[in-house]
């Protein structure tokens, strides 16, 4: 651990400061104080010029030819912007990073999980960390909307809000020694409001991991050839584990180089195995089935050592996630498809799309959840992330810039989707409920919406199966598959061409269920760590939990986690309502609460830091944020209308049932009537227990941001600065000041071999 | 991807105690991998 030394001593030359904590060492901040020049101005404006066209066609062009390309052109343009001017402005006026200070990186480095990383390399760590089925899943769902909000909501409510929350999180928790969002919530709004966040983030994470497996078990269901490639991966990975824990241990590119060109052959030998009886026998599972498959596994990966089953996994996924989202934007680019879906859908408005229910305010919000603003980002931006930080000013280029490329990957999402046939997008996402599952009953029921385009026969419904490989594609929900489809079309177009599109759907999904699966492993052993430590802080007996070697504590927890999840997740399946449109919201309010929760605990920090005039930064999206959850859980819990209100579905059933009736509804027998009765008290609970849990935490903070006005209250929990003793670089693009600075590091390296010159991740070993 | 990982470590060794003995890359990913076991970071949506 570095010693605090004498105060730094700064030398400024024209309009760059060059600040030094040591004599003998070259500078470790280089601040560029200089004016914007003409030529940056011409850039901007031109970016700003190309991106302002890109929307107005977005918005206002009708007719039925918009092209995709537009949308990406549209949103990097926006992107370029906000991270230039908002983002700088963040910088400028709340963050205000000091590189003469240490990052909790270069103050504990052990070489393990602390280290000053390369920022280039640390991008892709946060970026493959913050990623996830989310960001692919919400916006093709919110697609029965229309392009346009969804559109609208993912690129601007990234640089608003999203953006906003990973970024400050980041940059508090940087500050705290890399705490995490309990721990913080705890330190600056005391008892009651730490405990509310703490208790908030594990029933969060439950319903997350419900949902998530939920998904999963859509898009696989009676697919021999999506259970056989996902199947595989297990297996693969046991053997990428094996290969790095006992022949060439620390391989990990080339293990995972392995690892992907077996998953790739598993994917193609998947077409041939389900095509012979025996295969598709064994695979062919039902969704009650493949959920307890889906639950003994991730109780198994909780348990099993982390190097046999959980890291390489975590590799395999990272490397599929980077490369195929690369693919898809090339193929975006290379086939620049056109949107069939309208640009506002008339579900918008009148709020009773088969999809979800619920009108665009505040739905579209809710659906749309990771790609535009996702609480969860901020159980990574704080905690993980600090430890691998080089320098303060790197936080805007991987806190606001990591959630930028979020966002983009959303676009795509929602382009893949809106590119597909209206009918067929419908036929695949209303529940079996409503399409009555068969490839006649689903045609007649879509042309019935009133869509626009040419109506849809049974034939082509069955074709658009029999293409990707499928016995049928109709209620396929949960955004996965219809996703698989829209990505299968535009890369056959790009690469490939028609006979290999089953090929790429089937990619498609083993690449969407392989992350999934990643997070419900980890979050599954995540939840079991929280689990275990508020227990252990309850004392007593209990206390034994916070000791993470007790092999029978690490089981029950687990057991309980899992339990939590399952139960939830087998009562989506078997939810004779269509457990997507009713456990989504559920997901989505969950998730955007977290953010209240996070942008709370950052609101606070920023007034407790005497910044009230900036405090309108995270504070609008805070009550954004609270209006939109606000509204939805009210809604879910007070509506009277029963597709929307869990409770007022629940007591129509339960009339029913007090009525005799052995068929009312969706439920078909006596049993299902039951079944609803019970999802909905347990679904309308869960949304009771979110809304309390976060105004818990919204009102506490308010109490300790008001006394912090007045005057009053604990101070501020940041620690005491070291004083750094490295030099990186703080944007992507090095500047001439900061490279010069870089060289007398260089040299000064040769002269004292105890100081590093170069960061680490990208040094040439 | 972690390839570097404990090239780092070792550099960091040398830099941080320097003369002090220096554990293997096995017995390195050892280490790593109960550290994970212990505290497992987490992921996202």
């Known amino acids: 651990m570095a010693t605090p030394a004498a105060a730094p001593t700064e030398e400024t030359v024209g309009d760059i400061t060059y600040i030094r904590t040591d004599s003998d060492l070259p500078p470790v901040a280089v601040i560029d104080r200089s004016p914007i020049g003409a030529r940056h101005r011409t850039i901007f404006g031109l970016i700003a010029v190309l991106g302002a066209v890109a929307w107005a066609i977005i918005a206002f062009f009708r007719g039925e030819t918009v092209n995709a390309v537009w949308f990406v052109v549209a949103a990097i343009c926006t992107y370029v912007i906000g991270f230039r001017f908002y983002a700088r402005l963040i910088e400028m006026k709340i963050v205000q990073p000091r590189d003469d200070h240490a990052t909790p990186a270069e103050i504990f480095e052990n070489g393990t999980d602390y280290m000053p990383t390369d920022r280039r390399v640390l991008f892709g760590h946060h970026f493959a960390a913050i990623a996830g089925a989310g960001p692919l899943v919400g916006p093709v769902l919110a697609t029965q909307m229309g392009y346009l909000p969804g559109t609208i909501w993912i690129i601007i409510g990234a640089v608003v809000a999203g953006c906003v929350q990973d970024y400050l999180v980041l940059s508090i928790s940087t500050r705290r020694r890399g705490r995490s969002l309990g721990q913080m919530a705890r330190d600056e709004l005391g008892a009651v409001g730490g405990v509310a966040a703490i208790v908030g983030v594990l029933v969060i994470m439950v319903i997350l991991l419900a949902v998530l497996a939920l998904v999963v078990v859509n898009a696989l269901a009676e697919s021999p050839w999506g259970v056989f490639s996902i199947a595989m991966t297990i297996p693969i990975a046991v053997f990428m584990g094996l290969y790095l824990r006992f022949l060439r241990p620390g391989r990990v590119s080339e293990v995972s180089l392995i690892g992907v060109i077996l998953l790739l052959a598993a994917v193609i030998s998947g077409g041939w195995v389900a095509q012979t009886d025996w295969g598709a026998d064994w695979f062919s599972l039902s969704k009650v089935t493949l959920s307890w498959c889906i639950i003994v596994y991730g109780l198994a990966a909780s348990i099993l050592p982390v190097w046999l089953l959980l890291a390489p996994r975590d590799y395999l996924s990272t490397f599929m996630k980077v490369g195929t989202i690369a693919l898809l934007a090339l193929g975006i680019l290379l086939a620049r498809p056109v949107m069939e879906a309208p640009a506002v859908s008339q579900f918008a408005t009148r709020g009773d799309g088969p999809v979800f229910a619920g009108s ?71 529940p079996a409920a409503a399409t009555g599952g068969a490839a006649a009953s689903a045609a007649e029921y879509a042309n019935g919406l009133g869509l626009s385009g040419a109506p849809i026969t049974p034939e082509q419904i069955t074709a658009a199966a029999d293409a990707v490989g499928e016995h049928s594609i109709v209620s396929r929900t949960g955004g996965a598959p219809t996703l698989a489809i829209g990505m299968a079309e535009v890369l056959h177009q790009a690469f490939g061409g028609p006979s290999v599109k089953a090929f790429w759907y089937h990619f498609a999904i083993m690449f969407e269920a392989l992350f999934i699966l990643t997070t419900v492993d980890a979050g599954t052993r995540v939840a079991r760590f929280m689990l275990s430590d508020g227990l252990g802080n309850l004392g007593g007996p209990l206390k034994k939990l916070r000791d993470p070697s007790w092999r029978v504590g690490a089981w029950v927890c687990s057991l309980i986690v899992v339990a939590a999840w399952g139960s939830i997740l087998l009562m989506g399946v078997t939810d004779p309502l269509g457990g997507i449109n009713t456990l989504f919201p559920l997901f989505g309010i969950a998730n955007q609460l977290l953010a209240a929760i996070a942008l709370t605990v950052v609101t606070v920090v920023v007034v407790k830091k005497g910044l009230l005039r900036w405090a309108w930064i995270p504070a609008v999206p805070l009550l954004w944020d609270l209006t939109v959850t606000m509204t939805a859980s009210w809604q879910k819990i007070f509506s009277a209308d029963p597709k929307l209100g869990y409770w007022k579905q629940h007591s129509q059933y339960v009339a029913a049932k007090e009525a005799g009736k052995t068929a009312f509804g969706a439920a078909k027998t006596p049993q299902q009537i039951d079944e609803v009765i019970r999802n909905t008290f347990i679904q309308g609970t869960l949304s009771i227990v979110f809304a309390v849990l976060v105004l818990i935490v919204f009102v506490t903070g308010l109490i300790v941001a008001l006394r912090a006005i007045r005057g009053e209250g604990p101070p501020l929990a940041e620690e005491q600065p070291v004083p750094s003793r490295l030099f990186a670089p703080s944007g992507l693009i090095v500047s001439a000041a900061e490279k010069e600075v870089q060289e007398q590091w260089d040299a000064s390296s040769v002269a004292h071999a105890t100081s590093r010159a170069r960061s680490v991740g990208t040094a040439h070993h | 991807m972690g390839d570097n990982h404990y090239h780092r470590y070792v550099d960091h060794r040398n830099r941080a105690h320097p003369g002090e003995p220096v554990c293997s890359e096995a017995e390195y990913w050892r280490m790593r991998h109960a550290a994970a076991d212990a505290d497992p970071g987490a992921r996202c949506c």
């Open chain 1, 360 to 430: 665009l305010f505040p739905f579209l919000f809710i659906t749309i959840a990771c790609g535009a603003l996702s609480g969860f980002h901020s159980l990574i931006s704080s905690g993980t992330t600090p430890k691998l930080l080089e320098k303060e000013s790197q936080m805007r280029l991987i806190g606001y810039g990591g959630m930028l490329t979020e966002s983009f990957v959303a676009i795509m999402a929602l382009i893949t989707a809106s590119i597909l046939n209206q009918h067929l997008y419908f036929v695949m996402n209303a």
